[in-house]
């Protein structure tokens, strides 16, 4: 695959945001820019995930997540939540968070929030697609603007996961 394809995905206008998951006690949060509003009644947004990821497992066992949409200042943040597994490290021990009324956790310096219960979770591809129903969201961050995804540059190293049958 040529990096034709991963340019191409980076003009897709969507953002950078932290999922939080949670069943019971258990909590982590990853990365993701496949994040989208599908419905406004009900309000209802849908977001990509891997199956193999441990985030994952904790979605699909406690059904609730939170997006946390961050700020073009927060690349960082997004590099801390994406590039290492929650499998070897606990993500939210070095960064500012509450639970939210769902459980799950919601970084404290966000710009915006919303809180989520699952209502579908259906096979896409090589991801899940998981839609989640509104149930509370807030403003958290007054002004700023949010990080795009095209501006991360590789953040999720998409020129060694597209096919190459695409150039």
């Not at 034709?4 to 932290?18: C, E």
């Not at 999922?19 to 258990?26: F, K």
């Not at 809180?115 to 579908?120: D, G, K, L, P």
């Amino acid at each position: 695959m040529s990096n034709r394809i991963a340019q191409l995905f980076r003009h897709l206008t969507s953002g950078v945001y932290v999922i939080g998951v949670a069943d019971g006690e258990r909590r982590n949060a990853f990365t993701a820019s496949s994040v989208m509003q599908v419905s406004f009644a009900p309000l209802l947004v849908a977001l990509g995930i891997g199956p193999e990821h441990q985030s994952y497992e904790l979605l699909r066992s406690g059904a609730v997540f939170t997006i946390s949409v961050l700020r073009a200042d927060q690349q960082k943040l997004a590099e801390h939540f994406g590039t290492q597994s929650g499998r070897a490290v606990d993500k939210l021990a070095t960064t500012r968070w509450r639970t939210g009324v769902t459980g799950a956790p919601l970084l404290v310096d966000a710009l915006a929030h919303f809180e989520c219960q699952v209502v579908n979770d259906i096979a896409a591809g090589d991801h899940r697609l998981v839609v989640g129903r509104v149930v509370d969201g807030a403003l958290a961050g007054a002004g700023g603007k949010p990080l795009i995804y095209a501006q991360t540059g590789n953040l999720d190293m998409s020129e060694d996961l597209y096919p190459s049958t695409f150039s």
